[in-house]
């Protein structure tokens, strides 16, 4: 089984400043990993993803995040924040048995980016 | 990245009627979908596992009866909800599985709101 914790709920930053999402998750399984982000009323749209390869992965609109396995950690990163940045975020696990493939998704951190 | 639609976008039904929601992949091909439900303010709670040509495989305490699946082709699977009812609104998502990257991908549709009046 595998489980994923976002380990804030809200996180709120001035527009400009570096931010900082975090994740931490639990597999039985070599995870494979995701940030997702879902602005007001839209669909989820992929950040990033990690599958073994490099562990610092680069993803859409300058944000990154790095797999540390020693730490089982997988946070969100971004230099400067962007007024458009403000939507909730969503660190997904995929693990199990092969035939399903399904993600577990965390609670979300709501990211809120002040003027 | 590929594109996952829905349709209808929301949708407001009586209560006991039955509503049907349609996840298309529209430009790679899914054996494997998925079912969502997000409630206000949560994360999203996987219902079921939709694979083409055979029967949905279902999450614990989702009841297969009140939601039925069918994935009848390889870009179309379906969510029925039937005999809906007021506990039963709620914002349903669908995802595909890729694999055109050479790695796998789920795509998500953008969802359908449902309200049961």
């Known amino acids: 089984a595998q489980s994923v914790t976002q380990l804030d709920s809200h996180v709120s930053v001035s527009e400009g400043t570096p931010v900082l999402l975090r994740c931490n998750y639990s597999?039985?399984?070599?995870?494979?990993l995701f940030w997702y982000v879902q602005h007001p009323n839209k669909g989820l749209q992929l950040l990033l993803k990690?599958?073994?390869?490099?562990?610092l992965v680069k993803g859409i609109n300058g944000f990154e995040a790095e797999f540390k396995k020693s730490e089982t950690s997988f946070h969100l990163t971004k230099p400067s924040a962007h007024m458009s940045d403000a939507a909730e975020y969503f660190c997904?696990?995929?693990?199990?048995?092969?035939?399903?493939?399904?993600?577990?998704f965390g609670s979300g951190t709501r990211l809120q980016v002040q003027p | 990245g590929a594109v996952v639609s829905q349709h209808p976008s929301r949708v407001i039904c009586k209560s006991g009627t039955s509503v049907k929601i349609e996840c298309r992949s529209l430009?790679?091909?899914?054996?494997?979908m998925f079912w969502y439900r997000q409630f206000p303010k949560k994360s999203l709670m996987l219902m079921a596992t939709?694979?083409?040509?055979?029967?949905?495989?279902?999450e614990q305490g989702v009841e297969k009866d009140k939601f039925l699946i069918n994935h009848a082709s390889l870009t179309l699977s379906t969510l029925t909800v039937t005999s809906a009812h007021p506990e039963d609104s709620s914002f349903y998502i669908c995802s595909a599985r890729d694999w055109t990257s050479g790695t796998e991908t789920q795509y998500f549709g953008p969802g359908t709101r449902l309200l049961v009046l």
């Open positions: 597999s039985s399984y070599s995870p494979s």
């Open positions: 997904v696990v995929r693990g199990g048995d092969t035939g399903r493939r399904a993600l577990t």
């Open positions: 939709s694979n083409e040509g055979s029967k949905a495989t279902y």
């Open positions: 430009d790679f091909q899914a054996t494997t």
């Open positions: 990690y599958t073994s390869a490099a562990t």
